[in-house]
C-alpha cells in the first residue's frame, strides 16, 4: 500500500469541495494529475472512494471511513510540525484544556497559577464545559487534556484519576440546615438558591438533579463566579450547590456553613484524560503530569 501524505490532502480537499477541480486547486494540483492520484489511491486502498453523482462527487462509506482517518492523520503531521518548529525558534508550546466548572474553579486554577508562574515556555487555553461532553471533545482532538466529574469510558482516551470532592449545600452561617446533618436532595429544593450563569456546568448539573426529581429550581439571581455565588450566600440571598473544594476557605474563615448531601452523586470523582489516538507533545506531558502530580490535588485521592 503506497500513497504520499500529497494523495492523502488532495482527498481530503476533494471530499469538502465535492469537486475534483476544485480540490485540485486547493492543493495546487492540474486537474489531470489530480485524478491520477486521487486513482492511485483508491487502487492502494483496495476500494473506491468516491461515487460521481450529478451534485457532485460523494464519498462512498469506505471514503467516509477514510475521511475520518485522513482528517485524523494530517492534524497529527500540523501538530508534530508545531512542536518542532516551537523548538527551532524558541517559541512558547500552547495546551488546550477542557474541565467542568466544579474541578476548575476548586483544583484546576490554583494549580495552573503555580505552574505558570514556574513554567513561562507554556501558554494555556482553558475552556469550561460539562463534564458529559469533556471525554468525547478528548477523544475528537478537540483540545489536549480534560478533567472531569466520573470515569472514563472511551477507548480514545488515556485516563488517570485526579482528585476527589463533594458537592455540599452552601447556607448562611449559623442556618438550621448545617446541624441537620447529611440531607436527601429534594428536601432543599423548596428554598431559594444562588447559582452560577445559566450555561454554567454546575447550575446545568444542579437543573438536571431537580428534574430527575420531578421539581423545578428557585433561582433568585445567576452569579458570574463562585466566589460571587457564595458572597450572596453569606449576605442571606440564599442556598448553594457547590464543591467543598471550592467552599474551603469561606468554611475555614466561618462566612457560610455547609450541609452534607446523601446522595450518590455528591461524591465527585475527577478524572484527568488525554488522546490516546496521538503521542503527546512534551507540553501537553508536562502539563498533565504537573496537575496530577500537584500535592494539594494528589492528596484528595489519598484514602
Not at 469541495?17 to 489530480?34: E, K, P
Not at 501538530?79 to 508550546?93: F, N
Not at 488517570?160 to 448562611?172: G, H, K, N
Not at 488522546?275 to 507540553?283: D, G, I, Q, V
Request: hydrophobic content about 45%.
Amino acid at each position: 500500500m503506497r500513497y504520499e501524505l500529497t494523495d492523502l490532502r488532495l482527498f481530503l480537499a476533494i471530499a469538502e469541495a465535492r469537486n475534483l477541480t476544485q480540490g485540485a486547486n486547493a492543493v495546487h494540483l492540474t486537474s489531470s494529475a489530480a485524478s491520477y492520484r486521487l486513482k492511485n489511491l483508491e487502487f492502494a486502498m483496495g476500494v473506491p472512494l468516491f461515487t460521481r453523482e450529478a451534485r457532485g462527487m460523494q464519498l462512498t462509506p469506505a471514503g467516509e471511513f477514510v475521511l475520518r482517518h485522513a482528517r485524523a492523520l494530517l492534524e497529527g503531521v500540523e501538530r508534530m510540525h508545531g512542536e518542532v518548529s516551537r523548538y527551532a525558534s524558541g517559541l512558547k508550546g500552547t495546551v488546550k484544556l477542557l474541565a467542568n466548572s466544579s474541578s476548575l474553579n476548586g483544583f484546576i486554577v490554583p494549580s495552573l497559577g503555580r505552574f505558570l508562574s514556574a513554567n513561562p515556555n507554556v501558554n494555556l487555553l482553558v475552556e469550561e464545559r460539562s463534564s458529559n461532553a469533556i471525554e468525547a471533545a478528548i477523544a475528537n482532538q478537540e483540545a489536549d487534556i480534560g478533567i472531569f466529574a466520573g470515569r472514563a469510558e472511551s477507548d480514545g482516551v488515556h485516563a488517570a484519576p485526579y482528585a476527589c470532592d463533594e458537592l455540599v449545600i452552601a447556607a448562611p452561617a449559623g442556618h438550621p440546615l448545617a446541624a441537620n446533618g447529611p440531607l436527601r436532595f429534594p428536601a432543599v429544593l423548596d428554598m431559594d438558591f444562588v447559582c452560577m450563569d445559566r450555561g454554567s456546568s454546575n447550575t446545568v448539573f444542579l437543573r438536571d438533579m431537580a428534574k430527575l426529581g420531578g421539581r423545578t429550581l428557585n433561582v433568585r439571581i445567576h452569579a458570574h463566579s463562585f466566589e460571587a455565588v457564595l458572597s450572596l450566600v453569606e449576605a442571606g440571598v440564599g442556598i448553594a450547590l457547590v464543591p467543598r473544594s471550592v467552599a474551603a476557605a469561606a468554611l475555614r474563615e466561618g462566612r457560610i456553613a455547609a450541609a452534607a448531601l446523601c446522595e450518590p452523586w455528591a461524591r465527585r470523582e475527577l478524572t484527568l484524560v488525554t488522546r490516546a489516538a496521538s503521542p503527546l507533545s512534551p507540553f501537553v506531558t508536562q502539563v498533565a503530569e504537573y496537575l496530577l502530580d500537584d500535592p494539594l490535588v494528589a492528596a484528595t485521592r489519598g484514602g
